[in-house]
Each structure stands twice: as C-alpha cells, then as structure tokens.
T-cell receptor
Framework: DADVTQTPRNRITKTGKRIMLECSQT?????MYWYRQDPGLGLRLIYY???????NKGEISDGYSVSRQAQAKFSLSLESAIPNQTALYFC???????????????FGPGTRLTVL | KQEVTQIPAALSVPEGENLVLNCSFT??????LQWFRQDPGKGLTSLLL?????REQTSGRLNASLDKSSGRSTLYIAASQPGDSATYLC????????????FGKGTMLLVSP
C-alpha cells in the first residue's frame, strides 16, 4: 500500500460547487502539505501543517481551506470552486527529527481537478 | 522572496549520453536543496537531497552538486536511458525548522532509444 494516498484521483465539478480533497498517510509523519501544480507555473504551496494544532497559509491560500483531522489526515476544501482552480493537487508529508533532520518530503500520487 | 529557476525547460538526448540539468536560486541562505523526479500524471519522487554544508550527493548514475555561494546546483545523469525520461524538479528549503520548499518549474527530459 502507498504511504501517502489521495482521494479522489480525478474529479470534475462545476463552478460554485464545494469540493473536498483528502490526504492520508501511514508514514507516521507530523508535517503535511498541500500543493497545486499548473503547467508553466510549477508547484505552489497552498497550506501546510506542522502538527495537528498547527495550520499555516502558503503562497496561494485564497479560495482554499484545510482541516487536519488527525496526524494522518489532512483535507483541502474549495468552498466555491472556480475554473482557475483547475489543476493537479498534491499532498506531501515530512518528518522533523531533531535539529539536523533533512525533513525530506514524500508526495502522494495527486488529484486532477477540473472545474467547468 | 526566494526564486528557483531551472534551465533548460526541456531537453531531448539520445540514449547513452551524459547530461546536466541546472538549477539556480536567488537567496543563498538555504538549509538544503532537493531534486525530484516526476513521471507524467504522477507524484514526485525524491532523488537526492543536499544539505547546505555538503558539496555533492550521489545515487547510482545520478550526481547532484551544490554551490551555495553562487546559488547553483546541477544534476548530472550518466549514461542516460529511456527510463530516465521524466520531469526533474529542483526545490530549496531556506531555513531550518519551520520553512517550506520553493520549487523550480522543472526540466522535461526525453531520452530516445
């Protein structure tokens, strides 16, 4: 089984609909991230969480919200989807072990979201 | 604000060639730099991570170097194979502790048989 899973893998929705993307991990990591990837723009950070009680905005958080339900689960919501939120969304996890930790990020397989 | 640039944006080579992918970053105060591979429609796989105190890291046919003072890293792929075809992404972490990754836009590599 994959260490970082994302559901759904593909989703087509209409403008104005509420959408939730879910991420689960079995790696036991404390840190989780949501990115979006657009052609020509690379990966951009939406939100990140360094533990269950810690939520931080990333570079492009407008129009998104998140929930860290447990250490292993981190959900991304689009309250009212719009077409320019069409993108590939990735969840990632990492673990901070001590001051010298590399904090390597491990990525899920991605969710392709299309907003019509 | 940290900016990461990757050159070239795309590269096509015949099988067996050695090649170099370039990554530059504007703020040299980084904690580490990481190279990822992304296959079409899939997630990212970490290839190599170089701490700021290191000059290079090697894994099999891959060698990544870091020159922090000049804001540059290179990924060297020896004896390229068709299976190396993918997009290669460079990402930097600026500070220890609570910072996050800033990604370049990637280099799309095609290795033809």
């Amino acid at each position: 089984d994959a260490d970082v899973t994302q559901t759904p893998r593909n989703r087509i929705t209409k403008t104005g609909k509420r959408i939730m993307l879910e991420c689960s991990q079995t790696k036991g990591h404390d840190r989780m991230y949501w990115y979006r990837q657009d052609p020509g723009l690379g990966l951009r950070l939406i939100y990140y969480s360094f533990d269950v009680k810690d939520i931080n905005k990333g570079e492009i958080s407008d129009g998104y919200s998140v929930s860290r339900q447990a250490q292993a689960k981190f959900s991304l919501s689009l309250e009212s989807a719009i077409p320019n939120q069409t993108a590939l969304y990735f969840c990632a996890t990492s673990e901070r072990r001590g001051f010298l930790s590399t904090d390597t990020q491990y990525f899920g397989p991605g969710t392709r979201l299309t907003v019509l | 604000k940290q900016e990461v640039t990757q050159i070239p944006a795309a590269l096509s080579v015949p099988e067996g060639e050695n090649l170099v992918l370039n990554c530059s970053f504007t703020d040299s105060a980084i904690y580490n730099l990481q190279w990822f591979r992304q296959d079409p429609g899939k997630g990212l796989t970490s290839l190599l991570l170089i701490q700021s105190s290191q000059r290079e890291q090697t894994s099999g046919r891959l060698n990544a170097s870091l020159d922090k003072s000049s804001g540059r890293s290179t990924l060297y792929i020896a004896a390229s194979q068709p299976g190396d075809s993918a997009t290669y992404l460079c990402a930097v972490r600026e500070n220890s502790g609570y910072s996050t990754l800033t990604f370049g836009k990637g280099t799309m590599l095609l290795v033809s048989p």
